[in-house]
């Protein structure tokens, strides 16, 4: 179990210290000071071992969030335990930086208080938090006998993520699809090895308790189904996707997605993540990188690249930016494109290419010349992949939302007046082409 | 960057600093370095040329990232641009990239070098220091090369500059320490003497530096160095401290000069000029006056200085070791840091005291401080203070203060640091033995060792307790009663276990008389112990019960029980489980003479070198240990560190042996020729056969032998010494070793074997022979864990034998590793018969010793025999044939073995003839057989053995065809029954 846990800033300074067990000593906060954050080679393992002790971190922006423990506990719990404390202590106030967090002081060791008891997780959902954690502090006079009885049957009742009696006027909901797109691929065009990993974000402004039922189209239920209707699944069979997993949020009843593979939940008030998913088969590839260099003598290089976008021309492609690495000795660039800007960054040793919008089934180009110092250095540069990054307004992995039920039948409304609003955004992971 | 603010500072350098120093993240920082690095790349990418400033400020803009941990690959050639700059700071940032920057296997270092060599040729002397300090900065081979020849030409020349010199020396220092084969030497060494009378202090400094280095090496071109270096020292130690301005450091005048002058005095022996040498002693004594002069400032500065003086004075004193007036005044001022508040002045004065200790003029003035040394030993609080005062009190022990020391030692024992325990038990035993006037005391004291630092307590310590109890038989009976007394605390360490089964194992009975040792006592007493103990204890008590059993008949039937439980019967562990056995049924078996004798007390050990203190000077290595052991002269020290000699008296052993042990010990020049028939005479019951004629070779004794770690000298185990009279020509070889003949007995019936065994060296032998023909291997094997230099095992021809066999050998190789076993093949013909077998020799250097070792070869004309198988009526006709009188051997002797047919039978068959059946009508004898094939001729061979079992001899006839041979066959074959 999660024996302490510390919060530094970018100097390795601590802002935040909460030891749980004794095995953990003052000491552990040097240990991961030195040998992480100020390591002289840069620590990638998000898992570092120091003197039998495991340190866990994991950073948000120049913030370092690290859960130390002295036992062999499920690095994966720990991992989803400090991402759900960055998503608890957003939602309290806002972007994780170290001036929010030296004003939030008090509250943050409040809610660690709250969220892990003696380095066992617990209830870590904001909405059930914020009903009797506050940002004003807790005027307990106020605050009837009913209405703390009220918070404390949530809490440690069976639906622990939403208070009873709930009422909207407009029940609405928000259904986003977010998607990234992790991609390798050889210079002469070969897949070499590509995946989707996705979100379901669900928001949600409903009265009561309501019973929701999410449907998508995956294969197994459609399969299922199409047992039936014959003709069905010759018309969908195109349609469905194959998840190669998926993790789904607490008020999700796995028992029932085990045996009818239905996901049927009661949803937390406001924002919260349904389910998780990765998918790796029949991705569509919204961008082709197609590179071009070409080594003029010692002082001198050429490259030439061509984006394509491969999707319906009705859809536009936002916030493109190609990147192109440059060799280490360069010392001077000369870039023509034809759309978006493009600019040499020294500081990061690359040509950033940015476009705003591209359509659908179009297509772009870049030149470019890049000067070189002759260096008395024999290594040969490495060329490293060129990356790009993107959003577009669908699912790469063609995932669809086939329906979102709603059924409250304590209170009169019926699925019918709900509101439902649904999104797909399809962006970029690590999305390399070699070159 | 102080230079910044200052109109010449670059600017930009500076922004750069500050940028990188006010960036949040490494990220950050990596990207403001690579966006400068594009800068700097595009500005030198040589379109347009830049004047020198910029230039300078980008290269200190590269060495500033370069020092930041980043890769450079480019700039090189635009500093190695800025060396050719007029401008002092111009060329001082490209010296400085070139120095931190170029490696030696640039492309670049012939411009390099030439640029230094236009700076070196220039007259301006700010430029030729600095490409010096390149030179000695970079220093590596290649510089070396190129400047080895220039430096000493600008450090001699009459025109150069004192700062020039200075860094020449230096320069020069740095390229000989390096690569001192690339500095020639010539007639400059001389004139780099003369230097010491430079009127420029940082000359002479620089220059003593150089030369003490290189006077190490060739100490004769330097030797006039001594009188100037005094000279100058004197000048400085009698100057006032106003004198010397730049040169005095807090009220010190030069204390680095004086210091470094005091060590290459160091370099040398006493001057032999009476003038210099008075003068030296003069300074000395200054030196000693100043230190108790009141320090002429608080400051730790000043007195840090004075000190560095002092104690490189004291080291002088102590080098020189001659005067003992100087010596004690040393050791006195030392006597005053024992107790002053600084810890490092403790220190240092505790580990000078511990060289002074060894020097006979200051011993004794050491001793006087005892109680100081004693009282840092208790109450320092570093450590490595605590254990140079053990040192100190190791060095100063002799016999009169023995006793105290030792008891403070062992005291300290109880709280000693860790690390150093086992160093000081091994220190308290050493003194312990070596200072022993009455053994109860040493006893006492081991035991008393055992008891506090069991843990630390080393094989070796209780091995030589044992050794010394065996040997003087006056302190038994005390050592008996203490070991009783010791074991009876409930606890107690296991080595005590063991040293205690093994005194009263031996002594038992010397304790037997009181009732409250009475045997029955001293047996639970050690019984309740062994269940607590290890394998090997364990073993060793079996063996002090067996003891028992002889010492104390009534414990016997106690005893077998417990021998008999299956517990021990059936342990797990086979060399207990053997014990058990051997001794149960030695125990029931064996009658009580036979016990008495198997079970005789241990005679007493040979004298050696104490094996403790071979573990401390490994311990401390080479030289550490020397204080005691070759440092002192003291004669009186002699018979107490003999006395461990047996005196006849006390010993059963001859005394003979003593002394060949002795010569072995001592170096080879000193070893007197008293060895010649000493060897038999060392009977050593380990080996010896006769000592347990039932049992063999028992467990026990290859337990027993154990506590004499470098193997018991075995009676045939003597190495003939070189004698260093005899003439060292390579073909010249000693007589062979008294033993060889019975040696080669042991091979005339058979082939393969050990034909030889000391405790250094084995020697194998496997041999086959088919007619006139025969091949032997001999195996070489080192038992040592060193080295055999020069090994050389040759095979001599004596006399005519040349002509009546020849023998090929392989050359092997000359260096026999610890451990290794080298292989030699010898190809034989017989080319006619012969009498005397020939001679191998053996010669090899062990641990720098010669040592030379001549063996007979086990081949003799019986191993030539081809078996001749015959009819009755054959053998007798050729019986018949063969009657002349010269040509029948006959010998009737008495059986030295016991008269066994299958024995006798196996014999003659391993002796080469056919044995014939049915020719004899008396069954009982043998009759055989056989040809004698040499290249030459053929001699034929029948023979007959007679034995007659109630007179217990034999007669054996011989018959062959050439009477010698009939002798020779028959003397061979009669030493074999």
Redesign the interface.
């Known amino acids: 179990m999660i024996g302490g846990l510390f919060i530094y800033n970018h100097k390795g300074e601590v802002l935040i210290s909460r030891v749980y067990r004794d095995d953990i000593g003052r000491n552990a906060v040097d240990a991961f000071r030195v040998n992480v954050i100020h390591a002289r080679q840069q620590v990638r393992s998000p898992v570092t071992n120091i003197a039998r002790t495991s340190f866990f971190h994991v950073k948000r922006s120049n913030i370092w969030l690290a859960a130390v423990t002295k036992q062999n506990v499920n690095a994966a719990m720990v991992f989803e335990f400090l991402y759900k404390m960055c998503d608890v202590m957003a939602a309290y106030f806002g972007k994780i930086s170290e001036e929010n967090i030296k004003n939030n002081f008090v509250l943050i060791y409040e809610l660690l208080d709250e969220i892990l008891d003696f380095g066992y997780p617990q209830n870590s959902e904001t909405g059930a938090l914020k009903t009797f954690i506050t940002q004003q502090g807790i005027k307990s006079q106020h605050q009837t006998k009913e209405e703390q009885s009220q918070i404390t049957s949530q809490v440690t009742g069976q639906i622990g993520w939403r208070r009873e009696g709930i009422k909207y006027r407009r029940n609405e909901l928000f259904l986003d699809v977010l998607e990234s797109v992790n991609l390798l691929m050889s210079p002469q065009g070969q897949v070499l090895s590509a995946h989707v990993s996705g979100r379901v974000v669900m928001k949600s402004y409903l009265s009561g308790m309501p019973e929701c039922k999410f449907g998508m189209n995956d294969k197994i239920v459609i399969e299922k189904q199409g047992k039936g209707i014959a003709d069905e699944t010759s018309k969908s069979g195109k349609q469905s996707i194959a998840i190669d997993d998926c993790t789904f949020h607490q008020c999700v009843r796995l028992s029932k997605f085990d045996s009818e593979r239905s996901i049927s939940f009661i949803p937390p008030d406001g924002e919260f993540e349904l389910m998780r998913y990765r998918t790796t088969k029949d991705i569509i590839l919204p961008f082709r990188v197609i590179p071009l260099v070409r080594e003029v003598g010692r002082t001198k290089l050429e490259v030439k690249v061509v984006i394509k976008s491969n999707f319906k021309p009705s859809l536009l492609a936002q916030k493109i930016e190609v990147r192109i690495p440059t060799p280490l000795n360069t010392s001077g660039v000369q870039v023509i494109c034809m759309k978006g800007k493009a600019k040499y960054k020294a500081s990061e040793n690359a040509i950033v290419w940015k476009i705003k919008r591209m359509a659908g089934m179009k297509e772009s180009q870049i030149s470019a010349e890049i000067e070189l110092l002759p260096t008395n250095d024999k290594k040969k540069w490495a060329r490293p992949p060129i990356s790009m990054n993107f959003e577009v307004p669908f699912a790469p992995s063609g995932l669809k939302v086939r329906y979102l039920k709603v059924f409250e039948p304590k209170l009169n409304y019926s699925d019918h007046d709900v509101i439902k609003w649904v999104r797909y955004i399809g962006r970029s992971g690590i999305y390399e082409t070699r070159c | 960057m102080p230079a910044v603010s200052k109109g010449d500072g670059m600017r930009g350098l500076a922004v750069f600093i500050s940028d990188i120093r006010n960036c ?3 990220e950050a920082e990596i ?2 370095i ?2 400068e ?3 700097i ?2 500005k ?2 040589g379109d347009k040329a830049l004047d020198g400033y910029s230039k300078k400020k980008y290269v200190c803009k590269l060495l500033f990232i370069f020092l930041l ?1 980043h ?1 450079i ?2 700039g ?1 050639m635009e500093a190695v641009n800025l060396l050719s700059s007029n401008k002092y700071t111009e060329k001082q940032i490209g010296y400085l990239f070139i120095s931190v920057l170029v490696n030696s296997n ?3 270092i012939r411009l390099i070098n030439n640029a230094i060599k236009n700076d070196l040729a220039s007259r301006n002397p700010t430029f030729m220091c600095l490409a010096l300090h390149c030179i000695a900065n970079v220093g590596s081979r290649e510089m070396g090369e190129a400047f080895a020849a220039d430096i000493p030409r600008i450090l001699v020349a009459g025109d150069s500059m004192d700062s020039v010199k200075q860094s020449a020396a230096l320069c020069l220092l740095r390229l000989y320490k390096a690569s001192p084969d690339l500095v020639p030497m010539g007639e400059w060494t001389a004139r780099v003497v003369h230097l010491l009378n430079d009127q420029h202090m940082g000359v002479v400094t620089a220059a003593v530096s150089l030369i003490t280095c290189l006077c190490k090496k060739n100490p004769d071109d330097f030797k006039t160095c001594i009188s100037l270096a005094v000279s100058r020292l004197s000048r400085i130690v009698s100057s006032a401290s106003t004198d010397l301005q730049d040169y005095t450091y807090y009220f010190v005048p030069a204390p680095w000069l004086s210091v470094k002058l005091l060590r290459l005095l160091q370099c040398y022996p006493p001057p032999e000029d009476a003038a210099v040498k008075g003068r030296l002693v003069e300074c000395l004594e200054t030196v000693l006056n100043k230190a108790q002069e009141p320090p002429k400032s608080k400051k730790v500065q000043h007195s840090n200085a004075k000190n560095a003086i002092l104690f490189e004075t004291i080291s002088l004193i102590i080098h020189y070791d001659s005067e003992p007036n100087l010596l004690v005044r040393a050791c006195n001022q030392l006597g005053q840091f024992l107790q002053h508040r600084e810890t490092n002045l403790r220190y240092l004065a505790l580990e000078s005291m511990c060289t002074l200790a060894s020097s006979e003029f200051s011993h004794e003035a050491v001793k006087t401080h005892i109680d100081t040394v004693i009282n840092a030993l208790k109450t320092e609080r570093d450590v490595s203070v605590r254990q140079r005062a053990a040192d100190l009190l190791y060095a100063m022990c002799d016999r009169s203060n023995a006793k105290q020391i030792v008891s403070e030692m062992l005291r300290y024992l109880e709280t000693a640091d860790y690390a150093i325990r086992e160093e000081i038990v091994l220190k308290v035993a050493i003194l312990a033995e070596k200072y022993a006037v009455d053994y109860s005391w040493y006893v006492d004291t081991i035991l008393n060792l055992i008891r506090i630092a069991g843990d630390y307590v080393s094989e070796e310590v209780w091995y030589r307790v044992l050794q010394i109890v065996t040997n003087r038989d006056d302190v038994q009976g005390y050592a008996a009663k203490t070991v009783f007394e010791a074991l009876q605390a409930p606890a107690c360490h296991e080595n005590m276990v063991k040293v205690g089964g093994y005194i009263l194992g031996e002594f038992g009975n010397l304790i037997a008389g009181d009732p409250r040792s009475s045997p029955p006592v001293q047996f639970s007493l050690l019984h309740s112990k062994f269940h607590l103990c290890s394998v090997a204890t364990r073993a060793l008590l079996l063996s002090t019960y067996i003891k028992f059993i002889n010492l104390f008949p009534e414990t016997k039937a106690t005893i077998q029980g417990v021998l008999r439980a299956g517990s021990q019967l059936r342990n797990a562990d086979v060399e207990l489980q053997q014990r058990a056995v051997e001794y149960l049924t030695l125990s029931s078996v064996a009658s009580t003479d036979v016990l008495a004798t198997v079970l005789e007390e241990m005679p007493p050990f040979p004298e050696r070198e104490s094996s403790i203190l071979a573990k401390l000077k490994r311990k401390k290595g080479p030289g550490a240990g020397s204080a005691l052991d070759d440092g002192r002269r003291d004669p009186s020290s002699n018979d107490i560190n003999g006395g461990m000699e047996p005196t006849p008296s006390t010993v059963s052993t001859p005394s003979p042996s003593a002394d060949l042990l002795g010569l072995r010990a001592a170096p080879p020049p000193a070893a007197p020729p008293a060895s010649a028939g000493a060897g038999n005479l060392l009977v050593d019951v380990f080996d010896g056969p006769a000592a347990q004629p039932s049992l063999g070779p028992t467990p026990e004794e290859a337990f027993l032998s154990e506590l004499e770690p470098p193997a018991p000298e075995s009676p045939m185990a003597l190495l003939a010494d070189p004698a260093p009279a005899a003439d060292p020509g390579p073909e010249d070889i000693g007589p062979p070793i008294p033993e060889a003949d019975e040696l080669l007995n042991k091979f005339v019936c058979k082939n393969n074997g050990v034909l030889f065994e000391n405790q250094l060296l084995q020697i194998g032998v496997k041999s086959e022979f088919r007619q006139n023909l025969g091949r032997m291997y001999l195996f070489y094997g080192n038992k040592t864990s060193v080295q055999f230099q020069n090994f050389s095992p040759t095979v001599v021809h004596p006399g005519d034998l040349q002509t009546q066999l020849a023998v090929q050998t392989k050359r092997v190789a000359a260096q026999v590793d610890g451990g290794a076993q080298v292989q030699q093949v010898l190809n034989i013909e017989c080319l006619r018969d012969f009498l005397t077998p020939p001679l191998l020799s053996v010669r090899f250097r062990y641990g720098g010793a010669p040592q030379a070792l001549t063996l007979k070869l086990p081949v003799t004309i019986n191993k030539f025999f081809q078996p001749t198988e015959m009819a009755a009526q054959d053998f007798f006709q050729r019986w018949k044939q063969l009657s002349l009188p010269q040509q029948e051997a006959q010998k009737i002797f008495k059986a030295n073995h016991p008269m066994d047919a299958e024995v006798t039978k196996a014999k003659l068959l391993g002796f080469g003839s056919a044995l014939l059946d049915n020719v004899d009508p008396n069954p009982e004898n043998f009759v055989g057989a056989g040809i004698i094939q040499t290249k030459a001729l053929q001699v034929g061979c029948l023979l007959r053995l007679e034995p007659n079992a109630q007179a217990q001899m034999y007669r054996l006839t011989l018959r062959t065809s050439k009477e010698p041979v009939s002798r020779h066959l028959c003397e061979l074959l009669a030493q074999q029954f």
């Open positions: 949040k993240s490494k990207k403001r690579n966006k690095l594009a800068n790349r595009s030198f990418k941990g890769d690959d480019f090189h640039s492309e670049l």
